[in-house]
């Protein structure tokens, strides 16, 4: 194969199936959130666990095996975003996080969200290491809040950091999406 030429990748491969599993999961997710009873609580972190190891999954083959696909560039963080959102709406509903909290956090993934289709034809920012400590701490603070008997002050604590660091990536991203977009605008001589 030519250097110029761009090799094919289907969308059925295995890091698109592990996205969609992750997205079909999330209604079990939110069922099993909602049932009385620990042992439903626990499915529901079960649940929750198997699908952010997905998360990680489905990158990490991505990326060591090739299958980049446009399918999974849009597919991939809609269902990050349905996760996360579904589990930190579920527990404000529960009355068990502030719905100020879930404010927060979701308008910050939805506004970057926004901003990174908008971006996707002048170029993709990379995420950033701040931005996998934000994922990790987000997965941590709802697994505290999905474990039964964990202390309101260890869970306040994470939530706290998360949503700080939530809020301190979202900048940088707007910064370095600002940069961006004046530097491919000095590339066209605008």
């Given at each position: 194969m030519r250097r110029d030429e761009r090799r094919v990748v289907s969308p059925w491969n295995i890091a698109n199936v592990l996205?969609?599993?992750?997205?079909a999961l999330v209604p079990f997710f939110v069922v099993c959130l909602f049932?009385?009873?620990?042992?439903?609580?626990?499915?529901?972190?079960?649940?929750?666990?198997?699908?952010s190891?997905?998360?990680?999954?489905?990158?990490?083959?991505?990326?060591?095996?090739?299958?980049?696909?446009?399918?999974?560039?849009?597919?991939?963080p809609i269902a990050d975003k349905a996760l996360t959102g579904a589990a930190l709406v579920c527990l404000?509903?529960?009355?068990?996080?502030?719905?100020?909290?879930?404010?927060?956090?979701?308008?910050?993934?939805?506004g970057i969200?926004?901003?990174r289709f908008a971006?996707?034809?002048?170029?993709?920012?990379?995420?950033?290491?701040?931005?996998?400590?934000?994922?990790?701490?987000?997965?941590a603070a709802i697994v505290l809040y999905l474990l039964?008997?964990?202390?309101?002050?260890?869970?306040?604590?994470?939530?706290?950091?998360?949503?700080?660091?939530?809020?301190?990536t979202g900048i940088d991203y707007i910064v370095r999406a600002v940069r961006l977009r004046h530097l491919a605008r000095r590339a066209r001589g605008e």
């Amino acid at each position: 194969m030519r250097r110029d030429e761009r090799r094919v990748v289907s969308p059925w491969n295995i890091a698109n199936v592990l996205t969609v599993l992750r997205l079909a999961l999330v209604p079990f997710f939110v069922v099993c959130l909602f049932l009385p009873g620990t042992g439903w609580r626990l499915a529901a972190l079960a649940v929750f666990a198997v699908a952010s190891i997905t998360d990680h999954l489905d990158g990490e083959l991505a990326r060591r095996y090739g299958l980049i696909t446009d399918f999974g560039k849009i597919a991939d963080p809609i269902a990050d975003k349905a996760l996360t959102g579904a589990a930190l709406v579920c527990l404000s509903i529960l009355g068990e996080l502030p719905w100020w909290v879930t404010a927060v956090i979701l308008g910050r993934e939805v506004g970057i969200t926004a901003l990174r289709f908008a971006l996707l034809r002048h170029a993709v920012i990379p995420a950033s290491y701040g931005g996998k400590v934000k994922t990790v701490l987000q997965i941590a603070a709802i697994v505290l809040y999905l474990l039964p008997f964990v202390p309101d002050q260890v869970r306040w604590a994470v939530m706290g950091v998360t949503v700080v660091v939530t809020v301190g990536t979202g900048i940088d991203y707007i910064v370095r999406a600002v940069r961006l977009r004046h530097l491919a605008r000095r590339a066209r001589g605008e």
